[in-house]
């Protein structure tokens, strides 16, 4: 019997010289209250009844939500919403030893990490108007960073990153930057109708004067292109004229015919093209003589 209790105490010596650490996590060993050393997953070895856990270190990634308030330079209070993801720094013992003995339990440290970053965040907030804040997210982020990595190094931890989900004022506050940002909103509306109006009239006032402009050179052209049609044939007509005057003169026939048929052809003009105006034309004999005196003058100057 006695054989059987010895070879079951030595049995659970045995066991109980072998420890497992799960993944993830680092086992803290104490001999007589005394930091020993760490041991690292898997498999462990250690002295029975003399070596104890004091504690397991998860190297896992860690969350904390927080709400806190802060108050800016023109004295609006502005509420946070935010998330903390921090881990240990590494799995290097002196590292492991900070998390494990500088505070007294997990409690103690998530409170002094949260009380430390609402600080910081408060201190930046306070050198900003409230206006501002909404547009520095980033910075505080990274204010809270650069302020907290020494601090947190010294404690074994590191800052992984802080989530800003929201951040609010009282509604007195949201309401005023409410109107503030709609009557932003109708002015740049109205400036941006009234530049469009603007726009909208010199084109058209440009597109105006070009039309007048090409309108006035094509009446330009056109004016220029029936002076010389006239021209030419005011030119031709007396060409044709002279020859006739002198192949009459050279048939000894009196050059005044050329005068008379004319005159004659002008009346038929008159009368097919007239479009029913009025023209009053001398058809006596003195009339006759005194226009064929004129239109033979005419041709005389012309000469």
Request: aromatic share 8%.
């Amino acid at each position: 019997m006695e054989k059987w209790i010895i070879i079951g105490v030595v049995v659970l010596l045995l066991i109980s010289c072998f420890i497992t650490v799960q993944q993830g996590t680092i086992a803290v060993i104490t001999m007589f209250g005394k930091y020993r050393r760490i041991l690292h997953p898997g498999l462990n070895f250690r002295i029975p009844l003399f070596e104890k856990v004091f504690s397991r270190v998860s190297i896992q990634n860690r969350a904390i939500e927080m709400e806190f308030q802060a108050i800016t330079q023109d004295q609006a209070n502005v509420y946070f919403k935010a998330m903390l993801v921090y881990a240990v720094l590494d799995s290097q013992e002196e590292t492991i030893k900070n998390v494990a003995f500088k505070f007294m339990d997990n409690r103690s440290f998530s409170q002094a990490l949260i009380r430390t970053i609402e600080g910081s965040v408060r201190g930046f907030v306070a050198t900003k108007k409230q206006a501002e804040i909404l547009l520095l997210r980033r910075e505080i982020v990274d204010d809270v960073k650069d302020s907290l990595d020494n601090t947190l190094e010294t404690w074994g931890f590191h800052l992984i990153d802080l989530q800003l989900n929201d951040i609010t004022f009282d509604a007195e506050i949201t309401t005023s930057m409410a109107k503030v940002v709609a009557s932003n909103n109708l002015k740049a509306a109205a400036e941006n109708e009234g530049q469009a109006l603007l726009i909208t009239k010199t084109k058209a006032a440009e597109a105006d004067g070009n039309a007048i402009k090409i309108a006035a050179q094509a009446e330009k052209e056109a004016s220029q292109l029936r002076g010389q049609g006239i021209a030419l044939f005011r030119e031709e007509v007396a060409k044709g004229m002279t020859e006739a005057a002198d192949k009459m003169r050279e048939a000894n026939l009196d050059t005044s015919l050329i005068m008379f048929s004319m005159w004659t052809e002008s009346v038929k003009e008159f009368a097919e093209k007239g479009k029913g105006n009025v023209i009053f034309l001398d058809g006596s004999t003195e009339g006759l003589d005194k226009t064929m005196k004129q239109m033979m003058a005419n041709d005389l100057l012309k000469k």
